[in-house]
């Protein structure tokens, strides 16, 4: 039995419980105000779901899934992920977060701060560039022609095969986009972000698109640098 921690159970950390549960996962929820606000959820989720502490989820968890704002990563524990995969949902938004320099000029990628902060643990960018509603709407059994894939990245292949079977067990089918450092490709406004899942013209709307993993390695491979980004 495998137990997935979360730290952050908003949209997307909500959604990943349901499609874990779903898939048999045991799941361990917390967020930055207290097990006892988790509780509407929990009952949701039923039996496979208990409310925690983010240390408490982190040290539970078989695996972790961080998916707190930006600004927060720094609070994410790091003694209970020694050793662990981290599955890491982040994203930038400077209106939200602040401002992050070393992101402005793109010297590094949101998932490789985290990976800093967290040394002992293994980082696997995922589950960062797809609306919540289409997370849920699009999953689809192992062999359905009708099933799409997300990206992932990290520095670990063990760490990303572990994110691929996890994929898999959610409906998911995996394109493994490099290491950490290419996570750009995927980030805030780039081809491959959450506008793909919308489909052509954002006419899916909630239900979502289909994006096979052929779409996706060929926006991944379209992606361009904010800088290198035409103006407008």
Not at 4 to 25: E, F, H, P, Q
Not at 30 to 49: C, I, K, M, Y
Not at 53 to 72: E, F, I, K, N, S
Not at 182 to 200: I, K
Request: proline share 5%; no cysteine; net charge negative.
């Amino acid at each position: 039995m495998t137990t997935l921690g979360l730290i952050g159970s908003g949209n997307i950390g909500g959604t990943v419980a349901k499609l874990a549960v779903a898939a048999g996962y045991d799941v361990v929820l917390s967020n930055s105000r207290g097990p006892e606000t988790l509780q509407d959820l929990v009952a949701e989720l039923g039996p496979r779901a208990r409310a925690a502490t983010a240390a408490q989820a982190a040290a539970a968890g078989d695996l972790v899934v961080v998916t707190v704002p930006l600004r927060a990563y720094r609070e994410v524990p790091v003694e209970p992920l020694v050793g662990k995969v981290v599955l890491d949902t982040n994203n930038y938004y400077p209106q939200r977060d602040g401002v992050f320099p070393e992101l402005e000029n793109e010297s590094t990628t949101t998932s490789e701060l985290l990976a800093a902060h967290l040394p002992t643990s293994k980082v696997v960018k995922v589950f960062n560039n797809i609306y919540y509603k289409h997370l849920l709407s699009l999953a689809r059994p192992a062999g359905a022609p009708d099933r799409s894939a997300l990206a992932i990245a990290g520095d670990d292949a063990t760490a990303k095969a572990t994110a691929t079977d996890v994929l898999d067990a959610l409906g998911y089918d995996a394109v493994d986009a490099g290491p950490l450092a290419e996570g750009w490709r995927y980030q805030r406004d780039t081809a491959a972000y959450a506008n793909l899942y919308f489909g052509a013209d954002g006419t899916a709307g909630d239900a979502g698109a289909q994006v096979d993993a052929a779409t996706l390695r060929a926006a991944l491979a379209s992606a361009r640098r904010y800088a290198d980004t035409p103006a407008g």
